[in-house]
């Protein structure tokens, strides 16, 4: 063990001392005016900042809305296509666990399984997030169950990649 | 909002404010990191850890953001103070709270960031390393130099 002294302020300041070396440090620091002087002033300062960091630096009552949003589960919105396409542009919706989504190619009812890409996979849990892709709109179906939405979600319609 | 989730976004956004070094990229990044944060949730396995997870989150997209070009942090200087006060804010004190905010700003990123984490989230040397992505030594070298300076301008007030 090398010996207890100056040296060793660092580490301690960090909290980076051995524990059984902190007692003893503690006794050079009460008898060491420099040492003495350099854990008041840490002290101090971490007070200093933490209470200035807390008063100046709050983030805005819009950013604790927007996230509260994003990351809260929210009920099903209503079903006017101008919301529901407000959704799809959000990119997120919340979903209940368990539900595959299947893009319907064209809109209608597919007969075949549809392609691995056109399937949102949704974990099991509680209420979670899915996100869509760009090229789609998503649109909420009533089904009289309150905790559980359903999504229909469509390809927007491209004539010029129409091929499959 | 629970008060949980209020007391972690301050914390992300304070801390994103030491990575980005300015207020409108620190609330993005807060908001990126609770995106991710929470479609990912399923890969925290011990929420006495979320503090650092989520710090985490943010280091690794700022780090994805500035890969991509865009600017590495600055200092906030005196505009995050006036930009976030609010009048029933001006405490007592209130200008040496500014100051203190404004040299911490002032330091050199990682300096900055290390000694946040340590003293003001009163995070180890070691969670502050694994935060931040850095060697322990590294980041020991970053708080003993950021406290430095920090005393430094101190003693050049009184
Ligand atoms: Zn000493």
Redesign the interface.
């Known amino acids: 063990m090398k010996p207890i002294d100056c040296e060793q302020l660092d580490d301690y300041l960090a909290g980076d001392l051995p524990c059984d070396w902190v007692a003893v440090f503690e006794q050079h620091v009460g008898q060491c005016p420099a040492c003495s002087a350099e854990v008041t002033q840490w002290k101090k300062l971490g007070t200093d900042l933490q209470q200035a960091s807390q008063a100046l630096e709050a983030p805005s009552a819009a950013l604790m809305e927007s996230i509260r949003e994003s990351c809260e589960p929210t009920r099903a919105p209503p079903r006017e296509p101008t919301r529901a396409r407000r959704l799809a542009a959000a990119v997120a919706v919340c979903l209940t666990a368990g539900l595959w989504l299947a893009v319907i190619p064209g809109g209608r009812e597919s007969s075949r399984p549809p392609k691995e890409d056109h399937v949102v996979a949704v974990p099991k849990g509680p209420i979670t997030r899915v996100e869509l892709p760009d090229n789609v709109i998503g649109v909420p179906v009533d089904i009289g169950d309150p905790d559980v939405t359903v999504v229909w979600v469509y390809p927007v319609y491209d004539p010029a990649g129409e091929s499959d | 909002?629970s008060d949980g989730?209020?007391d972690y976004?301050?914390r992300v956004?304070?801390f994103a404010?030491r990575l980005t070094g300015d207020p409108h990229r620190a609330?993005d990044l807060?908001?990126e990191t609770?995106?991710r944060?929470?479609?990912k949730r399923?890969s925290l396995r011990d929420p006495r850890a979320t503090r650092t997870w989520l710090f985490r989150i943010a280091v690794n997209l700022w780090k994805d953001q500035s890969s991509k070009g865009k600017p590495d942090a600055v200092a906030l200087e005196t505009e995050?103070?006036a930009g976030?006060?609010t009048p029933d804010?001006h405490?007592q004190g209130?200008e040496?709270?500014?100051q203190?905010?404004k040299k911490?700003s002032g330091l050199p990123p990682r300096q900055s960031q290390v000694?946040?984490l340590?003293?003001?989230e009163?995070m180890?040397?070691?969670e502050a390393a694994d935060v931040l992505q850095i060697n322990?030594n590294t980041?020991?070298v970053h708080?003993?130099l950021a406290?430095k300076q920090?005393?430094e301008t101190?003693q050049a007030k009184s």
């Open positions: 909002m989730i209020a976004v301050s956004y304070r404010l609330e807060t908001q609770f995106l944060a929470w479609r399923g995050i103070a976030c006060a804010q405490l209130q040496e709270l500014q203190a905010i911490l000694l946040y340590v003293a003001v009163q180890s040397l070691a322990k980041a020991k708080l003993s406290r920090m005393r101190f």
